[in-house]
């Protein structure tokens, strides 16, 4: 007969879940707003009065929105920069961590030594626009792609990761025929899982939240990404969006059409963190204690 023990809850474990609680109800709180006045009819609608549940329904923001070609573009464009610019990041950060975990590797030090100075040294703004620049990346989506690869603090913590995996199945695997790009694909990567999870959402976070290189280095508003085009939206009192669902008699707040451009941006990745959470903290914690 086996008994299952349980913790008791201390004073302390009280406490520290009811704090946890009244943070995170804080915390939704301006998620909560943005819902729902995105939702609330332009003919119930009181700037900056909040309501637990809208009076009157209504999608009239969100349809405009996705009507708009302006705001279509942009989203696509995000999309498109996000796909392609975590595949990349992931692609060049595992395989240069993976060549900086073999100890044969030719200037293996040299190279880790420079990855490591880039933490202290930053060339700075005007540099990387020149750079960009006599690259030809300028007014392209390559702008926000090539330059960010990849960065030091990811490679070393990705480098910590891969050198936790026994070296035997690396050694077993070149004695049964095995390539070091056949191990690495078939082996390595495989093993690697929960970094690949967790840099992943490290990586689309930060493309799908591009801004300020976007602003640097884009000058056609066509390419423009989807925070920049929010932030237009929302600070610009001037900006309006033309699209062809809007009618002379289809007229919506401005309040109400800002904060659904501003939901319609944070709902993507607000949807795919839960099934990458698992993975965030064992992924990074495995990196980090090892490099």
């Not at 995170?24 to 006045?37: D, G, N, R």
């Not at 009819?41 to 923001?61: G, H, M, T």
């Not at 969006?241 to 990745?269: F, H, K, Y």
Request: hydrophobic letters at 50%.
């Amino acid at each position: 007969m086996s008994f299952v023990q349980t913790k008791r809850l201390t004073v302390f474990d009280y406490i520290n879940y009811s704090a946890l609680t009244i943070i995170s109800l804080i915390s939704s709180f301006p998620i909560l707003y943005l819902i729902i006045v995105s939702l609330t009819d332009k003919d119930v609608y009181v700037p900056f009065q909040f309501n637990i549940w809208p009076e009157r329904w209504s999608l009239e923001a969100y349809t405009y929105l996705l009507s708009t070609p302006s705001f279509l573009a942009a989203y696509k464009n995000t999309i498109f920069i996000t796909i392609v610019g975590t595949f990349l990041n992931l692609l060049f950060t595992f395989t240069m961590a993976y060549g900086l975990t073999e100890k044969q590797m030719p200037y293996r030090n040299i190279i880790m030594g420079m990855v490591i100075l880039t933490l202290v040294f930053n060339p700075g703004i005007i540099p990387n626009y020149l750079l960009v620049k006599e690259l030809g990346l300028l007014n392209s989506f390559g702008s926000l792609i090539w330059p960010v690869l990849t960065n030091a603090w990811s490679l070393i913590v990705v480098k910590g990761f891969l050198d936790s995996i026994p070296t035997e199945l690396k050694e077993s695997a070149k004695i049964d025929g095995s390539t070091d790009v056949g191990i690495f694909f078939r082996i390595i990567l495989p093993l690697s899982m929960p970094a690949v999870a967790a840099f992943t959402l490290f990586f689309a976070i930060a493309h799908w939240n591009t801004y300020f290189n976007a602003i640097l280095y884009l000058t056609d508003t066509n390419k423009w990404t989807l925070q920049v085009l929010v932030k237009t939206l929302v600070l610009d009192a001037s900006s309006s969006m033309t699209g062809n669902s809007a009618s002379s008699d289809q007229v919506l707040p401005q309040e109400t059409v800002r904060i659904a451009s501003v939901v319609l941006a944070m709902l993507p990745i607000l949807l795919v963190y839960p099934f990458l959470q698992k993975h965030f903290a064992k992924g990074v914690m495995l990196g980090s204690v090892k490099g």
